[in-house]
């Protein structure tokens, strides 16, 4: 595995109106990487994951990805936006298009892909997640852990050099967290970079190559999961591991 | 009624202008509606205050004083002419005063069903990279429009009938309720026979309105 910097973030603050949601954050994500976030509800997980493509704006520090700062606005941020992917907890697949088309989406009217040679692709994609038979249905008609993987098919077709996930398996039933997991552990292995926000603890000892562990805002710590699970440093992490792993 | 019936032709001539006036109202306050939606959720303050202000402005004034102000200030005050025609010169400031009038109501419909579109659906067009305006092509107003076209079909029948109000505010259209008065008026065919052709003319004209948008709402509808 490379080691070349691909999201930097420096100092990284932001406000929610007097709500300090992201202390001076700093954290880099290598190339090749798969970095868990986790930590308590309202720690600023989703919100740190959403800046990196600028679906929030940040007050004062810098983001950069492969070098470059994230631009404010216009064509440069939505270009960025097509080099990061995003993955959501309510998977927010296109209600009026079908499931082929939703993949196909944003290769043909942003990457300029053809017609042709985008379905091919998004296809192959449906196939690796395993939902090629429901191309031509309706989003509305499919469950949520499908629903789920369309989505990360989606935005697999637009070759990001990073992919993000916020907490994309917490609003499926249970029987349906696995195959979604399954799907991502299956790109983490195939050196897809990653930042993954989840409550899925077993996903981060398993595919993570680092977990970052936030609280109140600010990254409290950070290790390999080996060492995190079994020897947190801090007593927040402490803490937050007694409550979620003693069940 | 067979006073009224020998005159069936002015009838007919008189719904064909009506329909006409609809017809080229509805396009051009579909086109003049959704542009000011387009401004009203755009991400520039300028063009979102004008769509506002317009929208309030145009929306709360009495469509007899915007045909008015079409009819007697700009074309007979100001002399402005659109045909040299003068049967034509009062349509098109009819069908511009409609239009304007009408926009209003297709615009606030449109962002009712902007409205009704999940956030997270914008938030994911924008991380695959599409711009605002395809944003907005692509994703928003198509299921904005599929949402609204019941009410949409609401738009339109009132705007068929409001294209009566044309000739009572000064533009001499020869729509079918001028037709009627004409008739009233020069003492045609008795007044009872008269009435009723022209309102059934009306509802023979909205009714299969209403149920075709309701039917088609249906059929467009997007299941979430």
């Known amino acids: 595995m490379t080691s070349t910097p691909l999201v930097v973030l420096e100092n990284v ?13 700093n954290m880099t994500v290598n190339s090749g990487e798969v970095v868990v976030v986790i930590g308590p509800s309202g720690s600023g ?6 800046t990196i493509n600028r679906l929030e704006t940040i007050g004062s520090g810098t983001i950069t990805l492969d070098g470059e700062p994230l631009p404010a606005e216009g064509r440069g941020l939505a270009k960025l936006r097509s080099d990061v992917g995003m993955v959501f907890q309510s998977f927010n697949l296109f ?40 191309a031509d249905k309706y989003p509305a008609q499919l469950s949520g852990g499908q629903q789920q993987r369309v989505a990360i098919a989606r935005a697999l077709a637009m070759n990001p050099k990073v992919l993000l996930f916020d907490e994309p398996t917490s609003a499926l039933d249970p029987e349906m967290v696995q195959e979604v997991l399954d799907v991502m552990t299956d790109l983490a292995s195939e050196g897809m970079t990653m930042v993954v926000v989840t409550h899925e603890m077993g996903f981060a000892r398993r595919a993570a190559n680092r977990v970052v562990f936030m609280a109140d805002g600010q990254i409290v710590e950070e290790n390999t999961p080996d060492e995190f699970f079994t020897n947190p440093r801090s007593d927040r992490a402490q803490d937050f591991l007694s409550k979620i792993l003693t069940h | 009624m067979e006073a009224f019936l020998n005159n069936i032709d002015r009838v007919v001539d008189g719904f064909s202008w009506t329909v006409r006036l609809a017809l080229l109202s509805a396009l051009f306050s579909f086109i003049l509606g959704v542009l000011l939606t387009a401004m009203r959720v755009s991400p520039v303050p300028l063009l979102r205050g004008l769509s506002t202000a317009y929208v309030e402005g145009v929306r709360s004034t009495p469509l007899t004083l915007v045909l008015l102000f079409c009819g007697l200030g700009l074309n007979s005050a100001l002399g402005i002419f659109l045909s040299d025609t003068v049967a034509w010169d009062v349509f098109w400031w ?29 938030e994911a067009a924008r991380s695959l990279g599409l711009t605002f305006t395809q944003n907005l092509r692509l994703i928003v107003l198509p299921q904005a429009l599929r949402t609204v076209v019941a009410p949409l079909g609401s738009v339109l029948i009132a705007l068929t009938k409001n294209t009566t109000v044309a000739s009572v505010a000064g533009l001499g259209v020869q729509e079918a309720s001028s037709e009627m008065k004409l008739m009233f008026d020069r003492g045609i065919a008795p007044v009872l026979p008269t009435f009723v052709g022209f309102a059934l003319g009306f509802l023979v004209l909205t009714l299969p309105m209403g149920y075709f948008f309701s039917w088609l709402s249906k059929r467009v509808a997007v299941v979430r």
């Open chain 1, 95 to 134: 209600a009026h298009k079908t499931v082929l088309q939703n993949v196909t989406l944003g290769p043909t009217k942003v990457l300029r892909m053809g017609k042709g040679e985008a379905e091919a692709r998004a296809m192959e994609l449906l196939d690796r997640v395993q939902i090629g038979n429901q």
């Open chain 1, 13 to 25: 603050n932001k406000h929610f109106g007097d709500l300090h949601v992201l202390r001076d954050i």
């Open chain 2, 94 to 122: 009819a069908v511009i005063g409609l239009s304007a009038y009408t926009s209003c109501f297709v615009s606030e419909s449109l962002r009712a069903g902007i409205n009704t579109i999940p956030l997270g659906q914008v």
């Open chain 1, 45 to 50: 997980k989703s919100t740190l994951c959403r």
